[in-house]
């Protein structure tokens, strides 16, 4: 397996973590019967199942955009040390990134954030 495609296993589960996460800190704020219910009229989520909750979607928005980059590099037979570079820091911005919004860092939130897009153009741009 391509170094690139390791680093999108590695964002998959970083995603899927993001979302337990998010689950058992809403399951603490509204209960489980809630989030077993429909979730109509669900509360907003603040603090930390707030934080969560949206690190978890900012990942999944993001998520799509770098599958894409990382599978068009593989199939088209361009993956090389530059896209195995931008997809490692795409992933370890994203750790740093859910770390940092958990905890409620808001202005470093968004450089790290600049720092996995900037992982994501070294890709774009070796498709070029």
């Given at each position: 397996?391509?170094?690139?495609?390791?680093?999108?296993?590695?964002?998959?589960?970083?995603?899927?973590?993001?979302?337990?996460?998010?689950?058992?800190?809403?399951?603490?704020v509204?209960?489980?019967?809630?989030?077993?219910?429909?979730?109509?009229?669900?509360?907003?989520?603040?603090?930390?199942?707030?934080?969560?909750?949206?690190?978890?979607l900012?990942?999944?928005?993001n998520?799509?955009?770098?599958?894409?980059?990382?599978?068009?590099?593989?199939?088209?037979?361009?993956?090389?040390?530059?896209?195995?570079?931008?997809?490692?820091?795409?992933?370890?911005?994203?750790?740093?990134?859910?770390?940092?919004?958990?905890?409620?860092?808001?202005?470093?939130?968004?450089?790290?954030?600049?720092?996995?897009?900037?992982?994501?153009?070294?890709?774009?741009?070796?498709?070029?």
């Open positions: 397996m391509s170094p690139d495609l390791k680093y999108l296993l590695f964002s998959v589960l970083l995603t899927a973590v993001q979302v337990v996460i998010a689950a058992a800190a809403a399951n603490q509204v209960g489980l019967s809630t989030l077993a219910g429909n979730r109509e009229k669900l509360p907003e989520m603040t603090g930390f199942a707030g934080r969560a909750k949206r690190a978890h900012n990942m999944l928005e998520m799509v955009l770098f599958t894409a980059l990382v599978l068009v590099a593989a199939v088209a037979g361009k993956a090389n040390a530059t896209t195995a570079l931008g997809a490692a820091i795409f992933f370890w911005a994203r750790l740093v990134y859910a770390v940092v919004y958990l905890i409620g860092v808001p202005w470093l939130r968004t450089v790290i954030w600049t720092v996995s897009v900037i992982g994501m153009v070294m890709i774009a741009v070796q498709l070029f």
